[in-house]
């Protein structure tokens, strides 16, 4: 087999040091050595590390995707090693000879062969905003915990106020709670807090806020809601960071967010994950793919045995899924079309999965080439084929029992 670098490095990296095998050509032509020393994961033992290998002069260094341990490594090497960072699934060593040992030294020698594929690692600027906006993902997932936690609680008390309220934290809903913590428990007092159309549920809102509300409650419920109030401050942080670390992609958030279903928290995601860089996906295919947004293959004696979706990159998924969600929502857009015509034949969670990829496409297609989103339209299936179409509502209409003649309309 072909030798791509002759002189490679493989790191295993763990929590506390990593492993590192170098591989450099030996005193007989065609016949390589390979020397495993280990480093400490901290910063002075990292640079220390890296002097060592520019005093090697290797081409190349491959280190696994272990959980967080390799970034100190990666960042403090990259700019002055050629480095290589590799899925672990795709470097993964045989059963029964795997230790940190042999581990660095396949990689190694899977670099020098070239038999890896690179991961994409953002550049600073991205990685800080990618910081920003996976944390505020977190914490909205949290906010919706303590709610639901604040919800299963209320159970306990007889207390149904969620039963009539769309919101927990609603302006009409949070003062009942205040006032219940407070000590009111008449629900006829409580219900005079309703505001605006929340007036019309008075009825409903006197018997939902009949219960046992006692004072381990009034505690239990202020903690939830004081825990509730930091959390929406922080994600107002959030926001106002991600504001400012957007700006020199501000023209690609304008632009993303005219394709329907995707809004400014949803393009900043897309931005934060892929970089806006779309020259790293060599086609739209590339990253769809890269995204886990389109179907895998795994084909055997011409038998395609699953086309089930790979694993990708779960925050951009969960990001797309709420465009995709709220695209199928829309009135009068191809997406909305596109999914109804898609889920009566394959089911909602594959129409799901399409828009998804339909969304990421048009992403590629505009970051890449400066192209602008123009919808083809609600009626873009009629207009592809105006015959098929034709065919069809002439077919239904027989079936229904009708004489049907067509006559074309004045121009």
């Not at 604040?150 to 709670?177: N, P, Q, R, Y």
């Not at 329907?260 to 860089?277: C, F, K, N, Q």
Request: some cysteine; glycine content about 6%.
């Amino acid at each position: 087999m072909d030798i791509v670098h002759e002189r490679s490095v493989g790191m295993d990296i763990s929590k506390r040091d990593a492993k590192v095998c170098l591989r450099v050509p030996g005193k007989v032509r065609g016949q390589f050595t390979s020397t495993v020393t280990t480093w400490g994961a901290t910063t002075n033992q990292i640079l220390a590390l890296r002097t060592f290998l520019e005093e090697q002069n290797v081409t190349v260094v491959v280190m696994e995707s272990t959980s967080d341990y390799w970034k100190p490594f990666y960042y403090l090497l990259e700019g002055s090693l050629p480095l290589m960072l590799v899925n672990a699934k795709h470097a993964k060593n045989l059963p029964g000879r795997k230790t940190d040992v042999s581990d660095a030294a396949w990689l190694a020698q899977l670099g020098a062969h070239g038999l890896l594929r690179a991961s994409f690692v953002p550049p600073e600027p991205i990685r800080e905003l990618r910081d920003l906006t996976r944390a505020r993902a977190v914490t909205v997932q949290d906010r919706t915990r303590e709610l639901h936690r604040l919800e299963k609680f209320l159970e306990s008390t007889g207390i149904k106020l969620s039963g009539v309220v769309s919101e927990l934290t609603g302006v009409s809903s949070k003062a009942m709670l205040e006032a219940l913590i407070m000590g009111e428990r008449d629900p006829q007092v409580l219900a005079q807090f309703a505001r605006a159309s929340m007036r019309s549920k008075i009825p409903e809102l006197t018997e939902a806020l009949t219960g046992m509300f006692g004072d381990h409650h009034a505690f239990m419920v202020r903690i939830h809601l004081d825990r509730i109030d930091q959390l929406d401050q922080t994600i107002k942080d959030f926001t106002k960071r991600v504001e400012t670390m957007i700006e020199p992609f501000r023209a690609a958030r304008e632009a993303l967010i005219t394709i329907p279903g995707v809004s400014s928290l949803v393009a900043d995601v897309i931005i934060a994950e892929t970089g806006a860089d779309m020259s790293v996906f060599p086609t739209s295919a590339h990253l769809a793919s890269w995204a886990g947004v389109c179907p895998g293959s795994n084909e055997s004696a011409g038998r395609i045995k699953s086309t089930k979706i790979m694993p990708g990159n779960k925050y951009l998924k969960a990001a797309l899924g709420i465009a995709a969600m709220s695209a199928s929502r829309s009135k009068n857009t191809y997406l909305s079309v596109k999914y109804r015509r898609i889920a009566g034949r394959r089911g909602r969670v594959k129409a799901i999965v399409a828009i998804e990829h339909v969304i990421l496409t048009a992403t590629w297609h505009m970051l890449a080439n400066g192209e602008i989103y123009q919808d083809p339209g609600a009626d873009y299936y009629l207009k592809r084929d105006p015959e098929q179409a034709k065919s069809r509502a002439i077919r239904q209409l027989k079936t229904l029992g009708y004489e049907v003649s067509i006559t074309p309309a004045a121009a």
